[in-house]
């Protein structure tokens, strides 16, 4: 089946230690996303890849980065993790061709700071 | 600017009632409206969406919403809950007109009693 898959599902680091969450679909979208979720809230889009174009939310913080290699993959880098990134990761992929449409999610990383 | 209102943060309801979630929207183009249903530690699952066409629309596990444009609404209902309807419910509004990121409501937590 299709789909998006993400790796680990459960990942704990040190603080400070940089970590890298790994995404990867096999929808052949065009467009994929990362999301930020704490506890009890709604996920909170960090960045996209349209295509090869890469696009920052104004407010998502310079400690985090992230890599499309090709069209399957796209990672999600932490430099500098701290206690307040301690969250749920997710990644959701999209094709968009003239307008909007739905969009998949992945399981989701847990990722604990300690 | 688009934005999405949420009104109940938690609902609660006895097996066998009635679920309905409420969501109202707020779009200067006509939107696309998402349901996305999240268990624990899990990625957003889609349940249904509207686009354009029929108003009422039937999604999965029974669920079916109805856009309202009039009321700015697009309730999610279900005419009979089961237990396994616990979730994290998220409403989601995205242009029509090339605006691929979602606009997420905060979310509402469904308890089921027995």
């Known amino acids: 089946d299709a789909m998006v898959i993400q790796n680990p599902r459960y990942q704990v680091t040190q603080f400070g230690k940089p970590v890298t969450l790994s995404c990867s679909q096999t929808?052949?979208?065009?467009?994929m996303y990362w999301y930020q979720q704490k506890s009890s809230q709604a996920p909170k889009l960090l960045f996209h890849?349209?295509?090869?174009?890469?696009?920052n939310e104004a407010d998502t913080p310079d400690n985090f980065q992230s890599r499309r290699p090709n069209t399957s993959f796209c990672f999600l880098d932490i430099r500098s993790p701290g206690l307040g990134d301690a969250a749920m990761y997710l990644c959701?992929?999209?094709?968009?061709?003239?307008?909007?449409?739905?969009?998949?999610f992945g399981p989701g990383t847990r990722l604990t700071v300690l | 600017a688009q934005s999405v209102t949420q009104l109940g943060s938690h609902v609660s309801v006895s097996e066998g009632a009635l679920v309905l979630l409420r969501c109202n929207y707020s779009s200067s183009v006509p939107p696309y409206l998402f349901w996305y249903v999240q268990y624990p530690n899990q990625g957003l699952q889609l349940l249904l969406k509207?686009?354009?066409?029929?108003?009422l629309v039937k999604g999965i596990n029974g669920f079916e919403a109805e856009f309202k444009k009039s009321e700015t609404s697009f309730h999610l209902t279900k005419p009979s809950a089961h237990m396994s309807d616990a979730a994290e419910y998220f409403c989601a509004v995205s242009g029509s007109s090339g605006t691929y990121k979602y606009i997420f409501g905060t979310g509402t937590r469904l308890k089921v009693l027995a």
């Open positions: 890849y349209y295509d090869k174009d890469f696009n």
């Open positions: 959701a992929t999209s094709r968009v061709t003239h307008g909007t449409d739905t969009q998949y």
């Open positions: 929808l052949n979208h065009n467009v």
């Open positions: 509207y686009t354009t066409g029929a108003t």
